[in-house]
């Protein structure tokens, strides 16, 4: 049986404020550190793209302040969107302060056109863009130092701090998308596979992933909610359903929790709604249709979802957790505090004259 996590698309409910919303997330972050769930995902979103979190790492550099043992992941980081060596060296620095926690989760990312403009960005270079920077990041993990001759980035002989404790293979998962399975393969990454893909597609990612890195590893995220009967936890999550069954279906759901399309909309969008018994079933039935997974990361907090009943799935569904997790692999490496390697004194930090070295005794 698959790891559990908690998942955060980062979109409030409407007329509920961004700064609730991480209050709220930072509560039920903490519960799942207490209650054991493996770890936590935050997905980046930009402007109006429904999403309120523009920098997952930096929110994650707080949750790691507020828990002990939870992992901290990004669901993901819009690699375009950055400089690759600013993401490596914040990455660095977040899974030194964690102690090793961090779990980078990189992808192409998306916006329309006003919103890639705004970065200087065109559609048709993203892929190409995640590509370079994801061979830069292994550059940065691996090997401390960055030469990169590529068609969008250009570095020679740069330095990365604070140094990497962990290998790049550890750390990184990639985005499922157009080159995924070929970065997979290339560099031993782990595959995430994002909720609203049609079964099909999850199918084909996790097949052809599997059979380019074998000993490798998927992550599915998920949404669902979890009440003290089946027919609570489904009235709780209409607002949910009906808001993304128009986001990501394209469709005009009026219905209520006994509507028949109820569990046909929450079949497509990877929805498991029940008690907590029910909806670990529907984690295992999930992990038999794909021959296993490593981790599931569920998203019980949503549009229409008030934060104590989010709270109360997490707290409910942690009764399940002994059973999906104890036989789950745990393939966490340890952080290894690396030191800094001397370094010359650089000239051009002083405001002083330096034609001469004044020795002082």
């Not at 490798?216 to 003290?228: D, F, M, Q």
Request: hydrophobic fraction near 40%.
């Amino acid at each position: 049986m698959p790891r559990i996590d908690l998942f955060y698309y980062g979109d409030v409910t409407t007329g509920q404020s961004p700064a609730q919303w991480y209050r709220d997330v930072e509560q039920q972050v903490v519960a799942g550190d207490r209650l054991g769930y493996n770890g936590v995902w935050v997905t980046e979103h930009h402007f109006h793209m429904r999403g309120e979190v523009p920098d997952p790492l930096l929110f994650l550099a707080r949750l790691s302040g507020r828990t002990e043992r939870i992992r901290l992941g990004t669901s993901i980081v819009c690699a375009p969107f950055y400089d690759p060596l600013r993401l490596a060296e914040s990455a660095n620095l977040l899974d030194a302060i964690s102690g090793g926690r961090l779990n980078l989760g990189v992808g192409s990312g998306i916006g329309d056109e006003p919103s890639l403009a705004a970065w200087g960005l065109q559609r048709d270079e993203l892929s190409a863009r995640s590509a370079e920077i994801h061979e830069i990041l292994r550059l940065a993990f691996d090997e401390g130092t960055v030469t990169f001759d590529g068609e969008y980035y250009q570095y020679d002989g740069v330095e990365i701090s604070p140094p990497a404790g962990r290998a790049a293979r550890d750390v990184i998962w990639t985005g499922a998308g157009r080159n995924a399975v070929e970065l997979a393969r290339a560099h031993g990454y782990r595959l995430m596979i994002p909720r609203p893909l049609p079964l099909e597609e999850r199918l084909r990612f996790n097949r052809e992933y599997r059979a380019a890195v074998p000993d490798g590893e998927v992550i599915h995220l998920r949404s669902g909610l979890v009440a003290p009967t089946r027919a609570l936890a489904r009235e709780r999550a209409v607002e949910f359903l009906r808001n993304y069954a128009a986001i990501y279906l394209r469709k005009k759901w009026t219905g209520g929790p006994d509507s028949q399309a109820f569990d046909e909309i929450a079949e497509r969008l990877s929805f498991a709604v029940g008690t907590a018994g029910e909806v670990a079933d529907r984690i295992r039935a999930w992990t038999d249709d794909f021959r296993g997974t490593e981790e599931t990361a569920i998203q019980f907090q949503g549009p229409g979802v008030a934060h104590e009943h989010a709270l109360e799935s997490i707290e409910l569904f942690a009764a399940e957790l002994p059973g999906l997790q104890d036989d789950a692999p745990r393939t966490a490496t340890e952080y290894v505090d690396r030191d800094i390697p001397a370094r010359g004194v650089n000239a051009s930090l002083t405001p002083y004259p330096t034609d001469t070295q004044e020795v002082l005794v």
